[in-house]
């Protein structure tokens, strides 16, 4: 990783908590009030894995894990699985030793194994893969947690069979956890009265109606700094990442723009009328803190909110994760203006050593650089824009395409974009410790593509650009305590 990033190199030290036995009742300052298992307790076992934090905790925090009741040296083998929404089987394992203590502390020990070595603490979450071939570890429903199985065999697999330890842990996409989600369905144009202990964790405006979700988890008054968060090309609603910003104290909306209840089925021009309806009820939403709204978007997602920036007004700050400054194979339109597709040409498709096929170069060549009039014109931006590459991205050179960008803004006396490029990074850059997707099915191709990507590398670059991201909005949005 670039010179900018050597912080992911340092560790840290934490101390293990107490061991605990059965369900962690919570209560107190975190607000937890119902029953998570911290650990089942089965008997004649004869090791005991410890969590921290025990029970629960959102996907972007770490997790120390530690088992306790081994032999001194022992050799144990770790497992983690868990099933997605849709019953698809995850799963990761390393193997370990036990220090003359008979203890094994994630954080202290390295692998020597498996599904990754080294000293990695949360590898068998990164780890994590599908037992179906092509399946992308998404979260839908931001109401539930994942529910991730720790187990630890004796001896060194593929001869570890007898089971020592388990434990449960809950993985979720909003802060708490708590049962106390609700929706509420309103009209365009009308505001909720929220309350001084409502957070805005999701919001998704359609043609007739808005949803947005409420967490009811502190006591304290907003507003809040707003952001729009948008997905690539995939369709639908998803709104983990919306509910972890939030989380991290931002009024989120999670915006779907077609294949969602009575959005447009396909997808076939980007008209930023309706995009601009969504920046302006988050404007006019009491929770929301202006004057302006960041915008966070990922691929096809993240060239979006580069067009939302460049053309509507009230836009403080802007995230491309791996998108590309171009209109790809579909126009944009806003009022007058209109930005002509670029263009692809599908016999460019590669063939990979793996069988399945490399688009990444099958866009029309950039002629003129960046005054090829299918640039998106982010010169016009008001805000600052953050641009995080995939150096190893397979959809499309990402990173090429974050040059172009640069150099446009600086041809039009706007000086430098803010770049951060990670190697070894594919596509699919998610928040921290989700599973890389290397490879999948392509929404328009209806064929197997790679999407690129080394996983201990990738691994890295999502914890380091979820820090930038948050950082970047604190600093052009306003800072808000982490709820």
């Given at each position: 990783i670039s010179s900018t990033n050597e912080h992911l190199l340092r560790k840290e030290n934490h101390g293990l908590g107490e061991e605990t036995c059965g369900c962690l009742m919570g209560g107190g300052e975190s607000g937890r009030d119902w029953e998570v298992p911290t650990r089942l307790c089965v008997p004649g076992m004869a090791a005991t894995v410890t969590l921290e934090p025990a029970g629960s905790c959102c996907w972007d925090e770490p997790v120390r894990i530690a088992v306790r009741g081994l032999a001194p040296g022992q050799r144990v083998t770790l497992r983690s699985s868990l099933r997605d929404e849709k019953g698809a089987l995850f799963r990761a394992h390393a193997r370990y030793c036990a220090d003359a203590n008979g203890q094994l502390d994630l954080a202290r020990a390295p692998a020597l194994g498996g599904s990754f070595v080294g000293l990695e603490p949360m590898g068998l979450f990164w780890a994590l893969e599908p037992e179906k071939p092509l399946w992308r570890f998404v979260k839908r429903d931001v109401q539930t947690p994942f529910a991730v199985e720790l187990e630890v065999f004796d001896g060194h697999e593929p001869e570890a069979e007898r089971l020592l330890g388990r434990a449960v842990h809950d993985r979720c996409a909003r802060a708490g956890c708590a049962p106390r989600f609700s929706c509420l369905q309103v009209s365009l144009g009308l505001s909720?009265?929220?309350?001084?202990?409502?957070?805005?964790?999701?919001?998704?405006?359609?043609?007739?109606?808005?949803?947005?979700?409420?967490?009811?988890?502190?006591?304290?008054?907003?507003?809040?700094?707003?952001?729009?968060?948008?997905?690539?090309?995939?369709?639908g609603l998803l709104e983990y990442r919306a509910s972890l910003l939030a989380g991290h104290g931002f009024a989120t909306l999670a915006l779907a723009y077609?294949?969602?209840?009575?959005?447009?089925?396909?997808?076939?021009?980007?008209?930023?009328?309706?995009?601009?309806?969504?920046?302006?009820?988050?404007?006019?939403?009491?929770?929301?803190?202006?004057?302006?709204?960041?915008?966070?978007?990922?691929?096809?997602?993240?060239?979006?909110?580069?067009?939302?920036?460049?053309?509507?007004?009230?836009?403080?700050?802007t995230v491309s994760i791996n998108g590309s400054g171009f209109s790809e194979?579909?126009?944009?339109?806003?009022?007058?203006?209109?930005?002509?597709?670029?263009?692809?040409?599908?016999?460019?498709?590669?063939?990979?050593?793996?069988?399945?096929?490399?688009?990444?170069?099958?866009?029309?060549?950039?002629v003129g650089g960046y005054e090829n009039p299918c640039?998106?014109?982010?010169?016009?931006?008001?805000?600052?824009?953050?641009?995080?590459?995939?150096?190893?991205?397979?959809?499309?050179?990402?990173?090429?395409?974050?040059?172009?960008?640069?150099?446009?803004?600086?041809?039009?006396?706007?000086?430098?974009?803010?770049?951060?490029?990670?190697?070894?990074?594919?596509?699919?850059?998610?928040?921290?410790?989700?599973?890389?997707?290397?490879?999948?099915?392509?929404?328009?191709l209806d064929k197997p593509v790679i999407w690129g990507g080394e996983p201990r590398a990738h691994s890295k670059a999502q914890i380091d650009a979820w820090k930038q991201i948050l950082t970047f909005f604190s600093k052009h949005l306003g800072a808000f305590p982490k709820l």
């Open positions: 909720i009265d929220s309350l001084c202990y409502l957070l805005i964790t999701t919001l998704q405006i359609s043609k007739s109606f808005s949803r947005i979700g409420l967490t009811q988890y502190d006591y304290r008054p907003g507003p809040f700094p707003g952001i729009i968060d948008i997905f690539g090309m995939g369709g077609y294949d969602f209840e009575d959005l447009p089925k396909k997808f076939d021009a980007i008209h930023l009328d309706y995009f601009e309806e969504a920046l302006c009820y988050m404007l006019q939403h009491t929770q929301v803190k202006g004057p302006g709204i960041g915008l966070l978007g990922i691929s096809l997602g993240a060239d979006i909110c580069l067009s939302m920036a460049s053309f509507l007004k009230n836009i403080s700050a194979n579909k126009p944009i339109y806003y009022k007058e203006t209109s930005i002509p597709p670029l263009g692809h040409d599908l016999r460019r498709m590669k063939v990979a050593f793996s069988g399945l096929l490399d688009i990444v170069d099958i866009r029309n060549d950039i640039m998106i014109p982010i010169e016009k931006a008001q805000g600052p824009i953050l641009f995080i590459v995939g150096q190893d991205d397979h959809n499309w050179r990402s990173e090429l395409y974050a040059q172009i960008a640069s150099e446009r803004l600086q041809a039009h006396g706007k000086g430098k974009a803010q770049i951060i490029s990670y190697p070894g990074t594919g596509h699919y850059i998610e928040p921290p410790y989700f599973p890389m997707c290397p490879a999948s099915l392509h929404r328009l």
